[in-house]
């Protein structure tokens, strides 16, 4: 089913080390293929969200489970969830490589977007709760959501398939390795 050259996630870690995004290698690849662009800010996405539990820590005092705001994050959490799955099986535009690779980073930005708010809201709420138990459940559903939103080979390939079926002979790997990023 591939049929195109997957650049891997190489560059995506790069932004696991301090400053190395801002190399004009990182930046040259991911201005020449969407896919490499995709995959650096869903890695910086996800790493913020385990760095905000280091800030918190030293923030608020401890984890108490007990109070709204904890139910308030895991209501908001499956909410989001559910908005990830329905987001994930929208179909993409087939009606040009350039209009489906802009209708998957669209589908990505949203996804991505549905999965911060519970992380976000647990943020703000652990502040509020002086309890960093609002933050972790939001985490958690947040990476369950970026889990959904990855743009993997697996991915990519699962919406290959959605795509053939359509009738459509455009090749998503392809398009989103030979489009530039923005």
Not at 2 to 31: C, E, M, N, Q
Not at 72 to 79: E, G, T
């Amino acid at each position: 089913m591939i049929d195109y050259d997957d650049p891997g996630w190489g560059a995506a870690f790069k932004v696991l080390i301090p400053f190395a995004v801002f190399s004009k290698k990182v930046r040259t690849s991911a201005r020449r293929s969407a896919l490499i662009a995709l995959r650096l800010l869903y890695m910086a996405f996800v790493t913020a969200l385990v760095l905000y539990v280091h800030v918190l820590t030293f923030i608020v005092p401890g984890v108490a489970v007990e109070g709204m705001f904890v139910l308030w994050v895991a209501n908001l959490s499956v909410i989001m969830l559910v908005l990830d799955l329905w987001l994930a099986a929208r179909p993409l535009d087939i009606t040009s490589e350039r209009a489906l690779v802009d209708s998957y980073r669209t589908n990505f930005f949203f996804k991505l977007a549905a999965s911060e708010v519970p992380a976000l809201a647990g943020f703000a709420l652990a502040f509020v709760g002086d309890s960093l138990a609002p933050y972790l459940v939001g985490m958690v559903a947040g990476l369950l959501g970026l889990a959904i939103a990855a743009p993997t080979r697996a991915n990519i390939e699962r919406r290959q398939r959605e795509i053939s079926a359509r009738g459509s002979t455009l090749s998503l790997g392809r398009a989103l390795v030979n489009v530039p990023g923005r």
